[in-house]
């Protein structure tokens, strides 16, 4: 958890200094938990389903 709070201001520097002209980066996911999964698989493909759409919306 936390991989990206680590990875988006890299991105965004990353982008600016090659001139990218393109949206921001967002990020979709679970919120940050002490626990690394939705722990019941049912709960894991509702999100998986809800992730997917949001991202590529």
Known sequence: ???WTFVDPWLELTLAR?????????????????STAAGLMSRHAKELQTFLAAAFA
């Open 1 to 3: 958890m936390g991989g």
């Open 18 to 34: 090659l001139d990218v002209a393109a949206k921001r980066a967002r990020y979709v996911g679970r919120p940050a938990t002490a």
